[in-house]
């Protein structure tokens, strides 16, 4: 598995570098939208009733303003709307990179 050894925020993008060298720039708005947490994506009950998820999609003008890894498969980003909860995991990352 990839994992990242820097991360950067520059102008409007999550600037991140792999352990292989490989490069990966996600825009904030990008990832705001694609929150993994329940507040975005819902969550099913043991039913398969979905909660949730039915807020907005797209998130203009929201920004990154940090970060913090979390345990050795992911990171959690804090987004200027109060938003932090989403676990985004280094998978994830390079599939919404489109790597």
């Not at 570098?17 to 929150?35: C, I, Q, T």
């Not at 913090?68 to 498969?73: D, M, W």
Request: net charge negative; charged share 25%; hydrophobic share 30%.
């Amino acid at each position: 598995m990839k994992t990242p050894r820097n991360i950067q925020l520059i102008g409007t993008e999550v600037a991140i570098v792999w352990d292989d060298g490989g490069e990966s720039y996600l825009p904030f708005e990008k990832l705001r939208a694609a929150s993994p947490s329940a507040e975005t994506r819902g969550e099913r009950d043991i039913l398969g009733n979905q909660y949730g998820g039915h807020g907005p999609k797209a998130f203009p003008g929201v920004t990154v303003t940090g970060w913090e890894r979390v345990g050795n498969y992911a990171l959690r980003f804090d987004f200027s709307d109060g938003h932090r909860t989403g676990i985004y995991s280094y998978d994830y990352l390079l599939e919404l990179a489109g790597q």
